[in-house]
């Protein structure tokens, strides 16, 4: 275990990054710091913001996980703490293996505050029984290095208390703790007209299974100031590079498309990071959408929001904390968000948001870490530290970025197209040498035509 200067813990994040981190938009979209999706950020920039305190010290372990990784991290920190999503799912059983080995080899507490499990909204476990294994080796690891696992909801609890594990805690997702035991939903007694701004959101799956894509564009028609915030790495890409290698750009009708109408009118932005995302959204009269991270953004802005719920992680997070939702495959295609605003009663959220901010300390508590709002200033200083930082707005469709942003990309295509070319330089003159080399000679190649093809794009006229 890690020696403490001066009591100091030192506590290891899994996250995508530091939320200190003002990561310009050209290197987030390189090295995908959100880990696919933007949402993940709004729960860990949450858990490093509560877990920072006078006497810790917390820092990310840029997503990574690497088993090589785990006597380094034995002799350097205290603690290590991993906030996942929906990780119970088959796509993920891949990560929780290696996430399983890692801990295995670790010998300080491995907390996990709000993990959950994927499937339908009617709660079946059919589809996770290939992984129960996987799941069941990676919750035991876990509990081998702390006093209970945190879970998302209802579904989660009773899924892993059926494999036989008794240390579950319900906590939800740190997200909707980042301003503490404070929430407050502002409601309008006015109903939504063509003048209201609106905020929607979904994803890829959601259009193809169900009626969102109609919903977008019949929301369009109705409410001219409708923003569409997308939170898909390729999402991110399309807008920023007009990328459009990923299988999500066969998805016409998300608005983060080229060909869509909101996409055009300069109505779709993608978010890099939580803050930027957050105050935009206090700008807007409502929020709705299949995504739970969008929807808890706009929460945590003060702005109302239903979630429209199309699985068990959404679900069981709206029962928990008692957010307005409705089963996104009994909605009608013609929605309309002034019901929705009309009909959604914040009440419940609000006030048993205290209850539910002590049931989280506690959890933490009970696993040995410390929180800023018990043990610390209540945030103040990562607040202040951050309001002193630069970050790159919303990504905005290419059609409508500006000069200075256009430059931005091209200059840093441009950087690092001269980086490729002098890291060929350097191939070259070993391999005049005859030194033995790890890579093989096409390595350069593909790299530059990685970096290339954007270049081209960026070239290219609009259309």
Known sequence: MASNVNDVKRILLRSGKSPYDAVPVEQALHTDVFATNSGNLIFSDAAHKILETPRSKVVSNGITTRVADADRINSEYDAFVIPLANAFRPSFERQLERLTQLISKLKIPVVVPGV?????????????????????????????????IGVRGEF??????????RDVDVIGCPSMFLNGSRLDILKSSRTLGPESRIAINGSHDAVRKHKLGQIINRTHARYPHLRFIGQNISEARQLHWRDMSHQNAAVTDIPTHPDHPMYAEDKVRVYIDPVTWTQDLRGFDFSFGSRIHGNIAAL?????????????????????????????????????????????DFGPLMR???????????????????????????????????????????????????????????????????????????????????????VKRSTYQRARSAVGRPIKRALRPSR
Not at 121 to 127: E, F, G, H, I, L
Not at 304 to 320: G, H, I
Not at 369 to 393: I, Q, V
Request: one cysteine or more.
């Open 116 to 148: 959950g499990a994927q499937t339908g909204v009617n709660y079946s476990a059919d589809r996770l029984k290939p992984m129960q294994s996987t799941v069941y080796a990676f919750v035991s690891a876990v509990l081998d290095h702390s006093a209970s």
């Open 300 to 344: 945590l802005a003060g702005t109302p929001a239903t979630v429209l719920c199309s699985d068990s992680r959404t679900l069981e997070l709206c029962r928990y904390f008692e957010i307005p939702h409705r089963m996104l495959a009994k909605v009608s295609s013609d929605l309309d968000p002034a019901d929705l605003y009309a009909e959604a």
């Open 156 to 165: 989660t609890e009773r899924y892993l208390r059926d494999m036989g594990f």
């Open 352 to 438: 048993g948001h205290h209850e539910r901010f002590d049931r989280f300390m506690n959890f933490l508590d009970k696993n040995g870490l410390e929180n800023t709002f018990t043990h610390g200033d209540g945030g103040a200083a990562f607040e202040a530290r951050m309001s002193g930082l630069a970050f790159p707005p919303g990504i905005r469709p290419w059609i409508g970025a500006d000069a200075s942003t256009m430059g931005a990309r091209l200059n840093w295509l441009q950087s690092q197209l001269a980086d490729l070319t002098a890291q060929n330089t350097q191939l070259k003159r070993k391999i005049a040498k005859n030194t033995a080399l790890p």
